[in-house]
């Protein structure tokens, strides 16, 4: 069955970096354009990131732009999210997903952007 598993959410201060990494199983990974998604506390899902099948072509909502880096190694099944300059308003469950929208996501990991 289709599994992604997140990893590499952890406390870090405003201004800091953090890398999070998805392992895809399942399925043809290689075939999927894949997305970063993430819930802040007592808000919905929300698209941060897509990358297409062959990671040349990369998207990014308007309050990551510049900061975020998405990037896949199909090789090794497995998406990454690079994120630098990280700020309070970044605290969130960080998903990766096969769809914009994260219906088909994974667990998530926590990411707490705290002083």
């Known amino acids: 069955q289709v599994q992604l598993v997140e990893s590499g959410g952890d406390l870090v201060q405003p201004g800091g970096s953090l890398r999070l990494s998805c392992a895809a199983s399942?399925?043809?990974?290689?075939?999927?354009?894949m997305y970063w998604v993430r819930q802040a506390p007592g808000k919905g899902l929300e698209w941060v990131s897509s990358i297409n099948t062959g990671g040349g072509s990369t998207y990014y909502a308007d309050f990551v732009q510049g900061r975020f880096t998405i990037s896949r190694n199909n090789a090794k099944n497995t998406l990454y999210l690079q994120m630098n300059g990280l700020n309070a308003e970044d605290t969130a469950v960080y998903y990766c997903?096969?769809?914009?929208?994260?219906?088909?996501r994974g667990q998530g990991t926590q990411v707490t952007v705290s002083s």
């Open positions: 997903a096969r769809d914009r929208f994260g219906a088909d």
């Open positions: 399942g399925f043809t990974f290689s075939s999927y354009w």
